[in-house]
Antibody
Framework: EVLLVESGGDLVQPGDSLRLSCAAS????????ITWVRQTPGTGLEWVST????????HYADSVKGRFTISRDNSRNTLYLQMNSLKAEDTAFYYC?????????????WGQGALVTVSS | QSALTQPASVSGSPGQSITISCTGT????????VSWYQHHPGKAPKLMIY???ARPSGVSNRFSGSKSGNTASLTISGLQVEDEADYYC???????????FGGGTKLTVL
């Protein structure tokens, strides 16, 4: 069974940093691109960042580029999202998602999400 | 980057069919990159349609996808109470390596 379990969500102040983790199991982690997708309260889904299976290629949404860094440790089957200079508008549920074999931009498995709240 | 526009809400009665549209302001992304997700509040979103028309294993054949020009559509036939959820379309553009989601459509099954 494919499982993705996020952790690290917290209440932080504007300008703070936070690191999210996503522990994966049930599949060969290094064979799949993994993506962070977020949902802000009351609004829709937003693609945040994607990393290739090897970790050699990354993509970022313009809203987080330069502030967030996606990385992975294939030996630990774990994905990370380092979030710096956090803003109120980064408040959201952050979901870890697996890219489908037919295209990394199809998200075939999702975690339950981690809540990040940025507020003073 | 093209934005994707969905109706805010649609509704239907059990047994009926409904269609949710997803229109790209500039384009709908790469030709076969459209997907649809179902999201029940408090649960993880679920992939319902990918590559415009394909259904993942385990997804009911009551769900179908199509595309015409810059508009993709999700049709749900034989509506069931458990279909009540938020639905999001998504597309990918290879020239920018970006994924964009539509604003979401709330489906109410009356």
């Amino acid at each position: 069974e494919v499982l993705l379990v996020e952790s690290g969500g917290d209440l932080v102040q504007p300008g703070d940093s936070l690191r999210l983790s996503c522990a994966a199991s049930g599949f060969t982690f290094s064979n799949y691109a993994i993506t962070w997708v977020r949902q802000t309260p009351g609004t829709g889904l937003e693609w945040v960042s994607t990393i290739s299976g090897s970790g050699g290629t990354t993509h970022y949404a313009d809203s987080v580029k330069g502030r967030f860094t996606i990385s992975r440790d294939n030996s630990r089957n774990t994905l990370y999202l380092q979030m710096n200079s956090l803003k109120a508008e980064d408040t959201a549920f952050y979901y870890c998602t697996r890219g489908a074999p037919t295209g990394w931009y199809f998200f075939d498995y999702w975690g339950q999400g981690a809540l990040v709240t940025v507020s003073s | 980057q093209s934005a994707l526009t969905q109706p805010a809400s649609v509704s239907g009665s059990p047994g009926q069919s409904i269609t949710i549209s997803c229109t790209g302001t500039i384009s709908i992304g790469d030709y076969d990159s459209v997907s649809w997700y179902q999201h029940h509040p408090g649960k993880a979103p679920k992939l319902m349609i990918y590559e415009v028309t394909a259904r993942p294993s385990g997804v009911s054949n009551r769900f179908s996808g199509s595309k015409s020009g810059n508009t993709a559509s999700l049709t749900i036939s034989g509506l069931q109470v458990e279909d009540e959820a938020d639905y999001y379309c998504s597309s990918y553009t290879s020239t920018s390596n970006r994924v964009v989601f539509g604003g979401g459509t709330k489906l109410t099954v009356l």
